[in-house]
Each structure stands twice: as C-alpha cells, then as structure tokens.
C-alpha cells in the first residue's frame, strides 16, 4: 500500500499543507491517524482519540489526508503584533512578578487553581495577586473572617456550583463584605469549564445521582478510572482562554478587577 502511494507521488505533484491544529491526518508508513496538536522544526505531534500521541517527522509525502499523500509543512507564523497571554491579555515581555497585593483569590480546590493559574497566570503576576484553594466552601465564612477584609486587603472567591437552590449558594450568601466579592460558576465541577471540543468529545457526561461525579464521568467517557491521570488529560488539552467556556471567563476576570481595584477614597 505505501509503495503505491510512494509511485503516485513520483507521478504527480504532492500538495503541500499546513499542519494547522486538529488537522486529522494518517501517518503514512505506521497507518496511525490523530489531530494535530502541535509542528515544530522536529516533527509533527498526532493525538488519536483515545489520546495516545506520537511525533512524526515532515517527511516529503509522508502522511494521507482523506486517504490522498500530502506533504505537511509547518504553519507560517502569524503576522507580527502584540504577544498575548493565554487569557487574551497583551503579554508584557521581561516579566518580573510585581510584589504580592495583600488581596488574594480563593478558589475551592487544586484543580480550580492549576486551570486559573495556566490561563491568567501571566496576568496575575502583573497585578501581584496570589491565588490560593480551600478545598471546599463548607466554612467560608469562618475562612473570611479570618482572612480580615478590609481597605487595601480584598477577598475573591471562586465557588463551583454556584447556582440557585444550591448548598454553595446559601454558603455564599452567608458572605457579606464590601470588601468581599463570592462569584462562581455553574459547573458541577472545574473540569465542566473546558469545552468538549477541546478534549474531542460531544458533551460532558450526565452523572447519575449518589454516583461520585468524576469517577462516573471516567465511565462514561470511557478513560481509565484514574482522576489524576485525567486532570492532567483535560488540563494539557486547555491552550488559551478559547478552550474555556465563558461563564468561568467572565468570574474570573471579575475577581481579578476586583482584588484590584482600588478603594473608594
């Protein structure tokens, strides 16, 4: 089969195509097919949809695009313009973490804070705001009172869950600070704040109820019954603030504006 294609090839021209991101293509000597996740000078890296990745070398009519050779090619760069972070912010060059603010974030768990942290890191580190976890919400009020809000020391709060009815939103509503902001979003969990399409799925699995919801979304999903192993899946899917769905964008850059902002005089 390969030596035909090899023979096409030496017939007619071979297109050339950019190995854009979630381009499928098949690797024409081992047959293994994926989406393109990244193209350095080293190679071409395949993710197939069990998530299984292996690079490939742009080799000269090495791979089969909807069963035809192509030789892909590296994407041209984007036309020079302002750096950008991953949340979409102008990236300031050279960096150096601006000295902690007193005002801090909460969010409820280290998940929360690994996804916040690769998104709005940069960010982050501009402004001097330290983010922390809770690991949960049953005790926020007793977490605020110790942290002491006050002028020049704001308290954000990242909830999950965060929605009418809910235990989280009567926890919230036991807040109450002008110096205190409890925001959330309506996910049962973090991980609901990806996109499917960035993991390559249709939809976030429906959870029975008295199921444990990460562990039934494994099932369901099909993926091995390891949630370290599957954050680090979701988490290394998550590239800019276009994986996130919006209702998570929004509260955190509301929390980031208001741990920043500065008191009324």
Known sequence: MLADHRRWSRKKPIPRVAAERDLVVEDADSGFCGAVVACDKHGVTLEDRFGNRRVFPLTE?????????????????????????????????GLRARVARESRIYVEGVHDAELVEK???????VE???????????DLPAVVAEFGPGPGRRLGVLVDHLVEGSKESRIAAQVSSPYVLVTGHPFVDIWQAVKPAALRIGAWPQVPPGVPWKEGVLAALGWPPDVGAAWRRILGAVNSYADLEPQLLGRVEEL???VTAPDPS
């Open 119 to 125: 998104i709005w890191g940069h960010d982050l580190r």
């Open 128 to 138: 001097g705001v330290v983010v922390e976890y809770l690991e949960g919400v049953d």
């Open 256 to 258: 980031i504006d208001f």
């Open 61 to 93: 009519a090495g791979f089969l695009l909807e069963g035809r050779p192509v030789t892909l090619v590296r994407p041209r760069r984007p036309a020079a313009g302002p750096l950008r972070s991953a949340s979409g912010s102008i990236a300031v060059p």
